[in-house]
Each structure stands twice: as C-alpha cells, then as structure tokens.
C-alpha cells in the first residue's frame, strides 16, 4: 500500500488568540457526543500531571462464598467480623441484646434495633443477609429487617422477597415507602445475599434548611437495583414524611421487625474522610454537662454544646472522653474525676474543676 504525504503551507493555518483558541478546543473537544468545557476538568491539575498524586494503594479483599466470609477491603472499617458486638448497641448505646449464632449476628425478635456506634456519612456499605428458612408468614410478616442510614431515618428493605408477594415499595432491595427495586434479585430463605451500597446523606445549613437531598445507589446480589436515586425524605410506614436537620455523620442501624434475620461480613468504606465520630449513650453526655471553672457544658441531639470564650461550640465525640469542633479547633477532653480540658489551636489549655 503506498501512503502519500501531503505538505501544508504553514501561511494557510490562522493565528488565534488565546481566549478565541480556548472557544474553539471547548467546541471541538467531545467525549460521547458531549463538549468537554474547560469548567468539567479538575482545576487543579493538568491533563496527566507527573506530580497529582497517585491513588493509595489498598488490597480489595476477596468476596464470600456461600460456605465462606469473605474479607474486607484494606481500608474498610469492619463493623462485624462474626466474633464479637462490640461495635454495635442498642439504639439508647445500652448494649445490643442481638446475639452471635454460628458466625452471624442475629436479630433476637423483640430486642429493638441494633446500631452502630460509631458515625458515618458519605460512605460504601457491604452488607450481607440471610432470611430464617423454612421461611415463616407472607408478605411484610416474612423475614423482615433493615439497613437504616441517619439513625433509623432512611432504609434499604430487607425482607424475603423470594416467590413473596408483597407491595412494590416494600420489597427487598427498595428504598422503603418510595423506590422499588428496579428488579427482584432475592435469593431463596436461608442462603446469603449481599447489598454493597453508596450512601450519600442529605445536606443542611445552619438553620436546619435542606441544601442537598440524600441519594443512594445499591446492589443486590451483585445487580444494580436503586441507580442513584434521590430521596424525597425520610422512609416511614404510613407517610412520607420531610426532612429534618440532623448531623450528616450518624449510626448506621439494623432493624429488628420480629423475625430472626441474620447479618455477617459486614463493613462500611468512609468516602467523605474526616476524624471518626460516635455516637454515646445520653447516659454519657448528661454526666459531662454542667457548670465548670472555664466554660459551661449542655446537651443537644446527641452532642455537646461547650460554652467557652463567649461563644457556642457543637462538640462531636471522637471517643468516650474526647471531642472537636468542625468549625473552630477547640477541643474538649474529659477525665474520670469530672475536669475538662478545653484547648484551642496549639493552646493545650489546662484543667479544670466542676463547680
């Protein structure tokens, strides 16, 4: 085959000025049939930048098998591994009544629900279930339980939707009382079944006002069944009830419903980076409140309100004893004896004495 070069005067290419040049790759550039603008490009960094950093380095685990747990990714946090609760309470932080059977943690029907006790908010959560086989009763009555996000606001059903009529918005796999599950991918009773699901919770101002909804995608069995979808509040029974403010890190809860639904392998990929956060018992928090040398300590929705140089500070617990502000660095440490420490920036600050 004989390829012929073809010379092109160069007096023939125009000159353009930058800003016009910019216009015309912004008009040229497509991917998909879609422009690529200047402002779809990270700002940061060029096109291939030798110094952007390079994503870390984690190892992706190994999946389960029916007979076999699988292992967490490397930069997981494991919220069950089969051997212990430590890291799930009661929805009081009283602890969990939910019992180890067989490597699996069981809803004991009657207990109420259990939760985590640390905070998550935009995150990757790998779940897996098994429902009670022989299966027992119909419809919402079959192997009934829950993935709750927020602290019991928003659910992800489960239930034994396997040969199981019940209404759409209810079935495994939906986003309760508003998406079905674009299709049923339920396992038979008794054999395990995963959600691996994206999690991103809703955003609020200061004054409580929603500036971002929340969304979720989620797998079933490895099949896509909720594409991103957008939450028009919280998932009750009887209602579809608004938003309300709440901290966008909260526990992730498992719903007791009466049936002795099981749960293993379960761990939770934090997307949004932060320190972690718990959430303690109100038990906790009231023995922390009072008047000290210093400042003045209260208690709002699960945290603590610190009164220190004037001003009002929302403290979020990082442990039992250790606390922080998002919006200033003051942070707060309790001892045994009933003194704080409340230090500012580089200021370590000293202790101080309950009055």
């Not at 986003?175 to 396992?187: G, I, K």
């Not at 901290?247 to 719903?255: D, G, S, V, W, Y």
Request: charged fraction near 20%; charge should be neutral.
């Amino acid at each position: 085959m004989k390829f012929t070069v073809m010379k092109m005067k160069t007096s023939r290419i125009p000159t353009l000025a930058p800003a016009r040049l910019g216009a015309c790759l912004a008009a040229t550039l497509t991917l998909a049939g879609t422009a690529l603008l200047a402002e779809d490009c990270p700002p940061h960094w060029l096109g291939h930048d030798r110094t952007r950093p390079l994503p870390p380095v984690v190892d992706p685990g190994q999946p389960s098998r029916e007979d076999q747990v699988g292992k967490a990714p490397s930069d997981a946090v494991v919220l069950f591994d089969g051997t212990d609760v430590s890291k799930w309470v009661a929805m009081d932080g009283k602890p969990t009544k939910w019992r180890i059977h067989d490597g699996a943690l069981e809803c004991v029907p009657g207990s109420g629900y259990a939760r985590t006790l640390q905070c998550f908010g935009e995150c990757q959560l790998h779940v897996e279930f098994a429902t009670p086989n022989p299966p027992h009763g119909s419809s919402q009555g079959r192997g009934n339980s829950g993935v709750f996000f927020g602290m019991g606001r928003y659910e992800i059903q489960v239930l034994d939707s396997y040969n199981n009529k019940t209404y759409a918005d209810g079935s495994c796999g939906s986003v309760y009382n508003q998406y079905p599950p674009l299709v049923n991918a339920s396992r038979p009773p008794g054999q395990w079944q995963t959600y691996d699901i994206l999690w991103t919770p809703p955003k609020f101002d200061a004054d409580g006002k929603l500036l971002s909804a929340a969304h979720v995608t989620v797998l079933h069995n490895g099949v896509l069944i909720q594409n991103n979808v957008k939450l028009i509040g919280q998932t009750d029974w009887l209602v579809r009830a608004p938003y309300h403010a709440h901290p966008e890190k909260l526990p992730i809860a498992l719903q007791d419903h009466g049936n002795p639904v099981r749960y293993r392998n379960l761990w939770v990929r934090e997307l949004d980076g932060g320190k972690p956060e718990f959430y303690l018992p109100d038990s906790v928090l009231d023995s922390y409140c009072g008047n000290y040398d210093n400042c003045q300590v209260s208690r709002r929705d699960g945290n603590l309100l610190v009164h220190f140089g004037g001003q009002e500070f929302v403290m979020f617990a990082q442990s039992p004893t250790h606390f922080f502000s998002k919006v200033v660095d003051v942070q707060a440490e309790f001892d045994p004896q009933g003194a704080i420490r409340v230090s500012v920036g580089e200021d370590g600050g000293g202790w101080a004495k309950k009055k």
